[in-house]
């Protein structure tokens, strides 16, 4: 495989989010940021999550964290490809306290994506029950255009092409060539997931089937699995990677040094239904 002239094939547009201390006033409605309260119109529910946590074994509805928000206005330029909606403000939240993988059906709801268009926000009040390290404090958003390319088990799938060590390090090589360097902390919007075990797109096909991911795969039929395997590649797009936030005494970090991705099928993508996302947490 010739990768120095394969991957520039693949490359595809994101956005980088860097989060940064507010300067002066605070941020109007429908802002770019991460943390605060979150922007919603009259009426809004705040979303809630069955489960237990870490520090509390009691299976209860759960308010989710809210996380960051995005004005589709200031993103469309940046857009490259055209993927998200022009206007209206994209949100989202999860739920901290069990910090859910994505591997298991039941996870369904402990990540919620909003797009409001078209409707006056105003900042939601926190709910009562919702912890106080879920209350996360607001950061500003800075954007910039960026070029992605695939990791290695991405761009094999993507161009049907087996794994191999060999190939691996000729890969490393190509990238590195192509300066298309591996980010430490990178929070993006679109273009390639940075992977830190394995795949997410077969994962997200699989597990939206109804199959729980969190043993072996060997109930999964073999044909099914590899039938699948390079389409998942091509209808499932990472729509938001979330990386450890630090500023000051304030850190929120997934796992061991880990990252959430939220992904959407391109369908769904193209459909607005932001509804239908999937999330996936890895870490070291």
């Not at 209860?60 to 998200?84: H, I, M, S, T, V």
């Amino acid at each position: 495989m010739d990768w120095n002239q394969q991957l520039p094939t693949l490359c595809r547009s994101r956005i980088e989010t860097r989060f940064v201390p507010k300067e002066g006033a605070p941020l109007p409605a429908g802002a770019c940021k991460f943390g605060g309260r979150p922007d919603v119109p009259a009426g809004f529910v705040w979303p809630v999550f069955e489960t237990k946590t870490y520090d509390d074994e009691a299976v209860k509805p759960r308010p989710l964290a809210f996380l960051a928000q995005f004005d589709c206005a200031q993103l469309a330029p940046l857009d490259r490809e055209g993927l998200l909606p022009k206007t209206g403000l994209l949100s989202f939240f999860y739920e901290l306290g069990s910090q859910r993988w994505g591997y298991d059906p039941k996870d369904a709801g402990c990540a919620r994506v909003y797009w409001f268009d078209g409707e006056p926000l105003a900042p939601a009040e926190f709910p009562e029950n919702l912890a106080e390290e879920s209350r996360l404090p607001e950061l500003a958003a800075q954007l910039s255009a960026g070029i992605d390319a695939p990791d290695f088990q991405d761009a094999c799938l993507a161009l049907d092409y087996p794994f191999s060590a060999n190939d691996y390090r000729a890969f490393d090589q190509a990238r590195r060539e192509l300066d298309l360097p591996y980010p430490d902390n990178l929070s993006k919007l679109l273009g390639w997931p940075d992977i830190i075990q394995n795949n997410m797109t077969l994962e997200c096909e699989l597990v939206s089937r109804g199959y729980y991911l969190g043993g072996s795969w060997e109930e999964i039929p073999l044909v099914e699995r590899d039938a699948l395997r390079g389409p998942s590649v091509q209808n499932w797009r990472l729509l938001f990677q979330l990386d450890t936030v630090a500023q000051g005494d304030f850190e929120l970090m997934f796992g061991d040094c880990g990252r959430i991705y939220f992904y959407i099928r391109q369908e769904d993508l193209e459909a607005r239904r932001f509804d239908r996302v999937w999330l996936v947490l890895q870490c070291s």
